[in-house]
């Protein structure tokens, strides 16, 4: 619901500046996108102990966007960008085998785990420095889905899903065609905040995600 009311004020933002502005062009689109994930997290026991593991995902996936480029040189740019879909942060599921420990919560099983990126949004700024050139920056967010799963006769724990914020920047060059299209060809990185969050059986995890990517994108002006 919070990331549904962003996305709402951000239409009526755009919407509203494009109706008040002298000069300046709106545009919409679609891109693709090339992207690196990584990960390093650890989790802490209920009873002690500490394990850490570090992994990561190569995705390709695209988006669709809407921008006001502001004045008749159009140098300055508000937008929000959305990547629609999920697709699993590490390439392949962690799994480990566990010894009995003579805890009821911790008995001898394989466990594994995963997480899903899903619903993602970023609402950027673009300013050109010269011959097409713009330095990007932007607020993101997405939807963390963490999928865990155990053959232990204990209890498996499990931990919730959250949104992150994230600080994404980026380089690239822009340029128009024909009478009414443009095209945006970026690279960017994204760091998100650390997601912290605790088990239905008491465990803690801590982990860092960030993503290196570049962008093409196609649109028409109105």
Same mark, same amino acid.
């Given at each position: 619901?919070?990331?549904?009311?962003?996305?709402?004020?951000?239409?009526?933002?755009?919407?509203?500046?494009?109706?008040?502005?002298?000069?300046?062009?709106? #545009? $919409?689109?679609?891109?693709?996108?090339? %992207?690196? =994930?990584?990960?390093?997290?650890? !989790? *802490?026991?209920? /009873?002690? +102990?500490?394990?850490?593991?570090?992994?990561?995902?190569?995705?390709?996936?695209?988006?669709?966007?809407?921008?006001?480029?502001?004045?008749?040189?159009?140098?300055?740019?508000?937008?929000?960008?959305?990547?629609?879909?999920?697709?699993?942060?590490?390439?392949?599921?962690?799994?480990?085998?566990?010894?009995?420990?003579?805890?009821?919560?911790?008995?001898?099983?394989?466990?594994?785990?995963?997480?899903?990126?899903?619903?993602?949004?970023?609402?950027?700024?673009?300013?050109?420095?010269?011959? #097409? $050139?713009?330095?990007?920056?932007?607020? %993101?967010? =997405?939807?963390?889905?963490?999928? !865990? *799963?155990?053959? /232990?006769? +204990?209890?498996?724990?499990?931990?919730?899903?959250?949104?992150?914020?994230?600080?994404?920047?980026?380089?690239?060059?822009?340029?128009?065609?024909?009478?009414?299209?443009?095209?945006?060809?970026?690279?960017?990185?994204?760091?998100?905040?650390?997601?912290?969050?605790?088990?239905?059986?008491?465990?803690?995890?801590?982990?860092?995600?960030?993503?290196?990517?570049?962008?093409?994108?196609?649109?028409?002006?109105?």
């Amino acid at each position: 619901m919070i990331k549904l009311r962003n996305m709402l004020i951000a239409v009526i933002a755009i919407t509203a500046l494009s109706s008040t502005a002298f000069a300046g062009s709106f #545009g $919409v689109g679609f891109g693709g996108h090339a %992207a690196s =994930v990584s990960v390093d997290g650890t !989790e *802490a026991g209920h /009873g002690g +102990g500490q394990k850490s593991a570090t992994g990561g995902n190569d995705a390709m996936f695209g988006s669709y966007f809407f921008e006001y480029n502001f004045g008749d040189s159009e140098r300055f740019t508000l937008g929000a960008d959305f990547i629609p879909g999920s697709f699993d942060i590490n390439r392949k599921t962690l799994k480990r085998t566990d010894p009995a420990s003579g805890d009821a919560n911790d008995t001898a099983g394989d466990r594994s785990a995963n997480a899903t990126i899903s619903d993602h949004v970023t609402y950027y700024a673009d300013l050109v420095i010269g011959a #097409g $050139v713009y330095v990007k920056a932007g607020f %993101a967010q =997405v939807d963390i889905e963490t999928k !865990e *799963a155990s053959t /232990g006769s +204990g209890t498996t724990g499990s931990y919730p899903n959250k949104t992150l914020d994230a600080w994404t920047f980026g380089l690239g060059q822009k340029g128009d065609f024909g009478s009414r299209g443009f095209y945006k060809v970026e690279g960017y990185i994204t760091d998100y905040n650390q997601f912290e969050a605790a088990s239905t059986t008491g465990n803690t995890v801590t982990a860092n995600l960030d993503v290196v990517g570049a962008s093409f994108k196609l649109g028409m002006k109105f």
